[in-house]
Each structure stands twice: as C-alpha cells, then as structure tokens.
C-alpha cells in the first residue's frame, strides 16, 4: 500500500505563490495501475516528483509500505529513490555523454551490481525497447523518441517496486507506444506497480484506474481502487 | 515556393553510418499546411533540421523562393534562420536562466527590434499561448507543457515566412492542443507557411497534407499539393 496525505507543495515566488498541489491525498495497493491526467500545469509531475522521492512536499505525509518517506534524511531518500523507484522523466534526463548502455546502467552501478551483470542487463532492457543495435550510441546521436526509450529501458534496470513514468509514450509513435505499453502490462502482471502520466487518452484508458487532476487537486477518481 | 531535391543526410560512427535521410524530394508553395508523420528516428527532425537552416544536409539541394540555401554560408544561413524560419524544437531549447519573456524576445533581439516594442510583442505572444500571468517567470519554475507554449511563442516572435513545430502538442493536454492548433490555423489562414511533426493523428488529421517517413524516406504524400 501507498499512500499520500494532504500534500502540499507550494512555490514562493518574492511576493507570488504557486500551488503546484493543494491538498492531495491518495491510496493505491501494490500492484495497481494507474494514470494520472490533467491540464497543463495542473500538478502531476509535482506528484510523481514526490512518489519518486526527487522533491518533498511543504506538507503533508507520503506512506510508501508504512515507512514515512516525508520524514527520511537526503540519504534515505536517496536509498529509496534506487532501490524501490523506476522514474522516466518528462523530460528524459539522460547524460549526453554516456552511450545509451551506460545511461541504462548507472541505477545499477549506484546499486552496487557488478559490472558484467549490469551489462547484461542493461543489453537486454534496451533490447525490450527496440534498440539493441543502438546500445553504443549516445543520446546526442539519436532521435527524440530514441532517446525517450532509453530513459524507460533504465527506469526498468533494477527491478523497480514502483515505475513511474511521466509521459513515457510522448515523443514516440504509435507503434512503438504501444510495444512500450504492452512491456509496462507485462510488469504489472509480474507485480510491478505502475503510475503513469498521460496526454494521450489512448495510453490512459489501458490502465486500471484514472485519477483526474486540476489546479492542484484530484477531481475524478475513476476504475479499480484495489 | 519551398524545394528540396533529394536530399541526403548520413552520418559517419567509427565503421557505422545512419541514414538519417536516404534521398528526400519535396516541395510546396507557400501558405501551405503539411503535417509530417513516421516512426521514431524515420527522418523527420532531420528535415526539419535542414529546412530551418539548422544543419546541413550531406548531399542535395533546397531552395527557399529560388534562392539556395543548401549554399549559403554561416553568416548568410544564420540571417535566414533569423528573419524567415520560426521553430518549435522537440525538445524546447529554452534559455534557462531567461524569463519566458526574455526568451520569446530573444530572436527580436538578434533581428534588431528596439526594446518598447519587442516586449509588447512577447507579451503579445504570451497571452496568445495562455501564459500572459506567467511571463516573468523561467523554464525551471514551470511544467513541461508550460515550456512548450514558451517555445511556441518564441517561434512566431519575428514574423516568420515558414514555421516549422517539431511535436508543438506533445506535451500538452487536448484543450491547450486545439488551441494551439486554432492559432496554427488562424496564422495559416494569414498567410504563414506551417509544417509540423505530429505523432497525433488528430493534429495530422487538420494539416491540408500528410508526409509520411519511413527509414529516411518520403513513403506517403496525401492531401493538396498546391
Ligand atoms: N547527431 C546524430 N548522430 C548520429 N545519428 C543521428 C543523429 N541525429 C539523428 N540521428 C539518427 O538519424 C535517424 C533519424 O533521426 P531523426 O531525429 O530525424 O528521427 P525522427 O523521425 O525525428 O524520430 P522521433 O520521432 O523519434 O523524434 C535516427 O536513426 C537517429 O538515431
Ligand atoms: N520549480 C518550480 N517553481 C515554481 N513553480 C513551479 C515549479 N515547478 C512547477 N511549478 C508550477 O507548479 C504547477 C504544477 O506544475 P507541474 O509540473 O506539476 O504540472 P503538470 O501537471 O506536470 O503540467 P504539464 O502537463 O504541463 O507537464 C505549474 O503551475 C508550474 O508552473
Ligand atoms: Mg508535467
Ligand atoms: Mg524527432
């Protein structure tokens, strides 16, 4: 079970403020599959940057399997970040300077496996993906949507509890958007909990249940609770 | 009248070579409307890329209103780039430390436009794509659909002849979209030149013509040719 109570987070901007989230409490077991939609700047990446551990609310609690994240040091939250969270990032995050094979990696290097396993690994997370012949390449060498594949393929590295993908299907075509949908199905049928963000209606209705943001707050909760 | 005559773009990794585009032709008179569509890493940025004076193709020619771009020189490319082509990049390419305002008056500054003038019409632009409120605030301090509006104004900032939007939607949700869209449309009406990318088929279902890559290669051309 995960849980969020009451988050807030605001920004203070000199004499402006920006409630990014207004009051955002929500359950889900493990094992769920939910999508997460709403206007432009209506707060869902602020969500998933506080599920995955990357940002803190200015109030309200996080429960992730009864462990309080609100109240973990840097270190704890780092820990939790890469031992429990899978994160693709809207905006793909990759090292311009690693290939393809050493973004994917690097979860694991911080993990600790070793270097021929992670290898293997990672050759095989960007197989799933389509780009197996592209593994040496770096992201400055490929396409958007090139480059928004191998950013799933390491959010999937370490075997993640949790995968959170923030418009994970945004830069690619339909196609491969749906093989990378069938792979995140295939997950979640293994166990893996999956939270995705969506513009696209198509990606949303293949989840199980359909939370609704707006300004800051939820305002539909539609599918499967449990 | 825009032209390109089989245009080719390769490029060379140690032993290996991509083709980023096998032999493209293409042309359309002004005041088109095309959306061009494909899979991932099928070409299309590579064009864009081209067409906007941002990279040069390996071989082939293109011709903007009978005057050779493929043999301008830097100077002479960037002048192009400046006065004639609006972009909307795939991945935003916003100034960071800028505000949104000081980044849709960049290219003003860079075509000599005084002060008193350029900040009317970024702000002008501004409230177009729904952000008048946000203007002195920067890319870090706002979502990713919130940046592509950003970019979106910046593109229409000097008066461009041809506007060129590499996934202008993708990270908005459908009510910002149409009305991005709408305004695509009403400056189309008026005279701007408009190719986009699109992986939505909705927004390609709009444009007057549909161009569909595939491994570097026109395969589809649909829709009114004049
Ligand atoms: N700088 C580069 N160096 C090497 N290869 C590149 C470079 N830029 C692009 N490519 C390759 O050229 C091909 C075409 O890339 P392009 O960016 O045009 O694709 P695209 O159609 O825009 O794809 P997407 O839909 O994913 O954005 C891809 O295989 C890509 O990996
Ligand atoms: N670092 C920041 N500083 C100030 N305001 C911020 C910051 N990050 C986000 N915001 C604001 O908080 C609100 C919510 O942002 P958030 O990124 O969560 O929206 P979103 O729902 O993901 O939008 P999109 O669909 O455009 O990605 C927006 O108004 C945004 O501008
Ligand atoms: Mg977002
Ligand atoms: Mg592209």
Redesign the pocket.
């Known amino acids: 079970m995960i849980e969020v109570r009451d988050l807030k987070k605001t920004y203070q901007m000199g004499d402006e403020t920006v409630a990014a989230l207004a009051g955002v409490s929500l359950s889900f077991p493990r094992g769920s599959y939910l999508a997460i939609t709403g206007p432009s700047g209506s707060g869902k990446s602020t969500l998933m940057n506080i599920l995955g551990g990357l940002d803190r609310p200015t109030s309200g609690q996080y429960l992730f399997e009864d462990e309080d994240v609100s109240h973990l040091d840097d270190d704890g939250l780092a820990h939790f970040r890469n031992q429990r969270i899978g994160f693709v990032f809207q905006s793909f995050q990759l090292l311009p300077r690693y290939s393809a094979l050493q973004n994917v990696e690097l979860p694991m290097v911080y993990a600790g496996i070793e270097v021929k396993e992670r290898r293997e690994r990672a050759a095989e997370m960007l197989a799933k993906v389509g780009l197996a012949d592209?593994r040496h390449?770096r992201p400055?060498?490929?396409?958007?949507?090139?480059?928004?594949r191998v950013a799933i393929a390491r959010s999937l590295a370490n075997h993640p509890d949790l995968l959170l993908a923030d418009e994970p299907t945004g830069?690619?075509?339909s196609s491969t958007g749906k093989d990378v949908m069938a792979l995140f199905e295939q997950l979640n049928s293994d166990g893996l909990t999956v939270i995705l963000v969506t513009h696209d209606a198509n990606v949303a209705a293949r989840a199980r249940r359909r939370v609704g943001f707006r300004d800051g707050l939820i305002v539909s909760d539609e599918g499967a609770k449990s």
Chains 1, 2 share one sequence.
């Open positions: 592209r390449h400055t060498q490929m396409s958007g949507g090139q480059q928004q830069a690619l075509d």
